[in-house]
């Protein structure tokens, strides 16, 4: 057995260490690039959103590499996240490829079926085995969460260009080489002992952006265009509202992010009163707080079709009205172009950069030339 | 009551909507500005899940909350929600919430509970015997219609497709004439159960009519930007090729930028090509 | 005499503008960009060259527009701005009190808002043509009316035909049929107009307060087809700044004369960057997994910029060498 699964984020990094413990072939496939999206878009649903065109090109991607089962999340819905496997099984079996496929199931949808996925996901090992496996990788997982978290708010402040990066990379070399809880725990705090050190200048007058939207564009790089970065790099401080183990984890508390369910939902309580699936409700729910947290702007990223997104954008324009806080919606889809996302960045940070010196300069009376 | 959709309320819907949204989410903003003179409540429910452990699409469950947030003023909302997931009991508590609004006769609301139901299920036998009766006709050319209601029954969005069709000479049938039983058979052959009702009964529409084969075509109405239908395609057009009934299968996806011409022409197309199918077997 | 050259090339067209230092035109050029850019700026600046007819001596470069990086490498432009702020800088220098900026160009369209000089709102379509010029480029080969034409055409108009479709494509469609059904050639051109004030309208004005002064500017301001179709569709007065076409360049100008007022000198390498020889080529960079396409100017084997890594290591190299700031100033 040789397993695949599609790329989001940092996700191959937790899928590989529990294949580990299970004894298990792990096959990622290769880095997301453009072909993968084209694969994708060539044999996919015209209208079904990018994240699933994007996984057929990861899939397909993999079996060429030599997998032979393909792994897959579900979920019960309504966000049709939760149908994709099923169509993708038809999709990428039409073309001839001879493949197993497992969907994992959330727990919620039945711990019974949710053990028996594992024992086929780990032949070689116990249920309790499995239980430990599961255990440890996720705490690794987290801690690579934290440490992107950290990477978020070093990078707007680092002295040395590309220290940051740098320090992700060495802290991601020592996670991966810790493999039992004892040296998993050293490296825990090795990692943060480094991102910690990268040097940071002083800065008063920086902004703060916080990205809300659906998970999977926000965790995959290739689809969200490395915002978190790009803006990083242009001294914003960013928060994102969605991290991996907050996403796959049963806690609602959302420990990496810092933000629980509960309160997300009293947030966005006066503009979305029910859950629409997905990221619907903590978009709207994030927004609020992030524009209550005085952030200078949100900006939301969904792709193209995403139902639960949609309904968030329809809502987003009265939360910018009442708090007067810049919202800056991106849909993505396959025909989105680098170029003019970043020049919609661009624009959007002097707008709102200028709105934040318009108030500085109305509270302490400075009278100077702005640029634009 | 709004008016029965009309290129105004579609213009007026779109020019307030999302641009992503579905045609038919455009259609029912357009409606409700349509209201907004004329009325001071607009009915507007929360359908959460409508059978036990499933979900309506997630538009239906954010509408309330998405027309609260036009930039407009507007009546006041009523928007009860409806949630058999939760059971019964809740379900029947929201009916009474409703009627209270309107009644302090609890005699009342439930007399019209029951007389609403009755008339819907009325409706609906009538159409399954109908359906029952016009099977054993083979003299003429039957298609079965699936979809979503709001876009089968809605004449402007569908460009009377049902109209156009008898004007062909031929006879349609929805997904309202099957028996629910019959669905839920068709719907469990599937690997994973769907979880989105009204998509079962599409699925499970055209599982039924694909392998018993008393319609001579299917033709599967969507609507572009919709979320589930992007996916029940794959599941349609998959046990469409693939089941030993080879019915022929179309699928027709409209938005606002669909033109008549290219409906017709390709009604007409699909429609001789039934026909070709039905001399051949006669040659046969 | 001192001036500042703006520089904005675009899809469609690339514009060269020099201003004085109280942001009057002294030189202005319009010409194609045919896919060429670095071809375009040689040219714009040869005839920019031409019109001048006493000595200046350029203080600042800035550039916009999509090639902005790739023209402010090889210029040596002290300023590189996106084309959202120029033109909002440009429209304010025309009308200070001006609210909202409509413009429209050969591939893309903006809505701007701004509020006391401040941009507060923006919007921006790339993707779809049926909101931008080169719409009605299309449909005027089409028609066989010179895109010249159109607007003395349109406005002879009584009324626009109803062309249906927001999309480019479907439009196209409907108004072949619309001939076909024997309407005569301005209604259809006037329909066309008012065709793509609605695409404009719902791709990027959703949601958005359009308040008065309004400033239609871009190359499609050209046709008084289009001002009269948004006047009617919007019901207030559109202003068309003397110098539509080439606001973005202004917008550029003026940015730069702003930054290098904290400078020491400008970055501008002079006229006679029309007479070396560019060349851009492009390698996967192996570093890391990521492998990036990295895009590189050079002239005379010297490189002047790269771009396009993920990891910055390509751009920092570049910086030292040029000291250019190819980031939104503060």
Sequence with gaps: ?372 | MSSSTNKSILNKGSAVSENEFCLPVKIFYGHVLDLTDKVDFIFIPRVVSVKKGTYTCPKFLGLPDMIKAIDKPLPKILSPTVNLNLGFKKYYSTILEVGKLFTQSYFKIGYSYVSALKEFKNTKLKQEEEWIKSKKETSEVKIGLVGHDYNIYDSYLTMNLTKRLEALGVKTVTCDSLPSHLIEKEVSTLPKKLFWSYEEEIVGAAFHWLRDRTVDGIIYVLTFACGPDSLIQVLLEHEAKNSSGKIPFMSLVIDEHSGEAGLITRLEAFIDMLGRRETEKVLV | MEGYLGIDVGSVSTNLVIINRENRIIASVYTRTMGRPIEAVQRGMVELNQQLDCEIEIKGAGTTGSARYLTAAMVGADVVKNEITAHAVAAINVIPEVKTVIEIGGQDSKIILLQNKVVVDFAMNTVCAAGTGSFLDHQSARLGVPIEKFGELALKAKNGVQIAGRCSVFAESDMIHKQQMGYCLEEIVYGLCEALVRNYLNNLSKGKEILSPVVFQGGVAANAGMKRAFEEALNVEIIIPPFFNVMGAIGAAILAKEQTEFQPATNFRGFSVSDLEYKTSSFVCAGCSNTCEVVKIQVENETLARWGGRCGKWEVASEKSLNVTCKPAN
């Design chain 1, 1 to 372: 057995m040789k397993i695949t699964s599609p790329h989001m984020g940092n996700i191959y990094l937790l899928l590989g260490d529990l294949f580990k413990r299970f004894e298990v072939e792990y096959i990622p496939p290769p880095p997301t690039t453009n072909r993968t999206l084209q694969l994708g878009i060539r044999y996919s649903p015209e209208f079904a959103c990018l994240p699933l065109k994007v996984t057929v090109g990861n899939f397909i991607e993999g079996i060429e590499r030599g997998a032979d089962t393909l792994v897959m999340a579900g979920g019960v819905g309504p966000c049709r996240f939760g149908y994709y496997a099923e169509v993708q099984k038809r999709i990428i079996g039409s073309l001839g490829y001879n493949f197993n496929m497992i969907t994992v199931e959330p727990i919620g949808a039945g711990l019974v079926n949710f053990v028996k996925t594992f024992k086929k996901l780990a032949p070689k090992s116990s249920i309790k085995e499995i239980y430990k496996s599961i255990k440890t990788s996720f705490i690794k997982a987290q801690v690579f969460d934290f440490v992107e978290k950290k990477a978020f708010e070093a990078r707007a402040f680092e002295i040395k260009k590309g220290a940051t990066n740098v320090a992700v990379k060495h802290a991601t070399e020592i996670l991966n080489s810790a493999f039992t809880p004892t040296e998993l725990g050293e490296a825990k705090a090795e990692a943060f002992r480094i991102m910690n050190a990268v040097e940071k200048k002083e800065e008063e007058d920086y902004l703060k952006i916080g990205i809300v939207g659906e998970f999977f564009i926000l965790l995959e790089p290739f689809c969200n265009f490395d915002m978190c970065e790009w803006l990083g790099n242009r001294g914003v401080l960013v928060e994102r509202s969605v991290y991996l183990t907050d996403w796959i984890g049963s806690s609602k508390e959302n420990p990496v992010a810092g933000i629980g369910e509960e309160e997300i939902k009293k947030a966005a309580k006066p503009y979305l009163s029910h859950f629409v699936g997905g990221e619907g409700l903590p978009t709207i729910g994030n927004s609020v707080k992030f524009a209550q947290r005085g952030f200078d702007g949100v900006i939301q990223l969904f792709p193209f079709t995403c139902m639960p997104d949609t309904i968030a954008k329809s809502i987003l324009p009265k939360i910018s009205r009442d708090f007067d806080i810049p919202i800056l919606s991106f849909v993505i889809d396959e025909q989105t172009a680098k170029a003019g996302v970043i020049t919609r960045l661009e624009a959007f940070l002097d707008l709102i950069r200028a709105r934040k010196n318009s108030r500085f300069k109305a509270k302490e009376k400075v009278v100077e030339t702005v640029n634009c």
